[in-house]
């Protein structure tokens, strides 16, 4: 089948008004940054991004790290990336699936090392579109004229007795509509409707499926990212996710395979 279907308001009320204290001079004490990897390898690409944790007070500023050595194992073979602009690694070739990636990332007197396994890639059976039954429930005015509301479907089959771990992003253009991961534990070895997206699109609208096949690292990561994004509370800081780099730094390294459609609105 040809595919081309197509992140609190937080209002602090004075109950004692008599008792106001003007706070002057208030200092955030400012940690050590700490090195973060990002790191990843696909059938066709391995790339790696190094940057370092930034002020509070200034979180566009990133300081990318360049000069790093970054070397990726699999097999008998062992490549060096190249660092393409400041903090940015990557090689490409045809990587095999199935093959566990080592990573050594070296700056300095520092060595970050992980781990990960590329699983073979499970394809989607068929991403499907149509008008939602909600379409003609909404009021004139609340919606784009220009726009109807549709249901995104999309099927895959489950390989049985092998536990899997899957991540599904949806973009439109350059947005990221959703982000999600599941392993099979509800679903081993089934032909199951994996995604379902409500939305309103008109015909400009393209949107794209990327049903990732992940390790268990990978997965781990990613559910205690949501649940650290997720996490509230007025003075509570989040946890960071769950990662499988050994060294001194924050971030992960993981290998997949992918499958992707496109959709498109009539």
Same mark, same amino acid.
């Given at each position: 089948?040809?595919?081309?279907?197509?992140?609190?308001?937080?209002?602090?009320?004075?109950?004692?008004?008599?008792?106001?204290?003007?706070?002057?001079?208030?200092?955030?004490?400012?940690?050590?940054?700490?090195?973060?990897?990002?790191?990843?390898?696909?059938?066709?690409?391995?790339?790696?991004?190094?940057?370092?944790?930034?002020?509070?007070?200034?979180?566009n500023?990133?300081?990318?790290?360049?000069?790093?050595?970054?070397?990726?194992?699999?097999?008998?073979?062992?490549?060096?990336?190249?660092?393409?602009?400041?903090?940015?690694?990557?090689?490409?070739?045809?990587?095999?699936?199935?093959?566990?990636?080592?990573?050594?990332?070296?700056?300095?007197?520092?060595?970050?090392?992980?781990?990960?396994?590329?699983?073979?890639?499970?394809?989607?059976?068929?991403?499907?579109?149509?008008?939602?039954?909600?379409?003609?429930?909404?009021?004139? =005015?609340?919606?784009d /004229? +220009?726009? !109807? *509301?549709?249901?995104? @479907?999309?099927?895959?089959?489950?390989?049985?007795?092998?536990?899997?771990?899957?991540?599904?992003?949806?973009?439109?253009?350059?947005?990221?509509?959703?982000?999600?991961?599941?392993?099979?534990?509800?679903?081993?070895?089934?032909?199951?409707?994996?995604?379902?997206?409500? =939305?309103?699109?008109? /015909? +400009?609208? !393209? *949107?794209?499926?990327? @049903?990732?096949?992940?390790?268990?690292?990978?997965?781990?990561?990613?559910?205690?990212?949501?649940l650290?994004?997720?996490?509230?509370?007025?003075?509570?800081?989040?946890?960071?996710?769950?990662?499988?780099?050994?060294?001194?730094?924050?971030?992960?390294?993981?290998?997949?395979?992918?499958?992707?459609?496109?959709? !498109?609105?009539?």
């Amino acid at each position: 089948m040809k595919k081309s279907l197509s992140i609190l308001f937080v209002s602090l009320v004075a109950m004692f008004s008599s008792c106001t204290e003007v706070m002057e001079d208030f200092d955030l004490t400012t940690a050590e940054p700490k090195i973060v990897v990002d790191a990843s390898v696909s059938p066709q690409k391995a790339q790696v991004i190094l940057s370092k944790t930034t002020s509070y007070l200034n979180p566009n500023n990133v300081p990318y790290i360049s000069g790093a050595s970054i070397y990726l194992s699999f097999n008998d073979t062992q490549l060096a990336l190249n660092e393409d602009s400041a903090g940015y690694y990557s090689a490409t070739m045809n990587f095999p699936e199935e093959t566990t990636y080592e990573l050594n990332v070296l700056i300095g007197k520092e060595n970050i090392r992980a781990t990960s396994y590329m699983p073979k890639a499970i394809l989607w059976d068929s991403v499907t579109v149509q008008k939602s039954e909600f379409a003609d429930w909404i009021p004139a =005015g609340l919606m784009d /004229s +220009t726009k !109807t *509301l549709y249901d995104v @479907l999309g099927y895959m089959t489950d390989i049985k007795s092998v536990v899997n771990y899957y991540k599904v992003d949806i973009w439109n253009a350059d947005t990221l509509l959703s982000r999600s991961v599941t392993d099979d534990g509800y679903f081993d070895g089934q032909a199951i409707q994996l995604v379902t997206l409500m =939305g309103a699109y008109s /015909s +400009t609208d !393209t *949107l794209r499926l990327y @049903l990732s096949s992940i390790d268990k690292a990978a997965y781990e990561f990613y559910n205690t990212l949501a649940l650290s994004n997720s996490s509230s509370g007025m003075f509570s800081a989040p946890d960071n996710p769950k990662s499988n780099l050994e060294g001194d730094a924050l971030g992960r390294f993981y290998a997949y395979s992918i499958d992707s459609v496109y959709v !498109t609105f009539e």
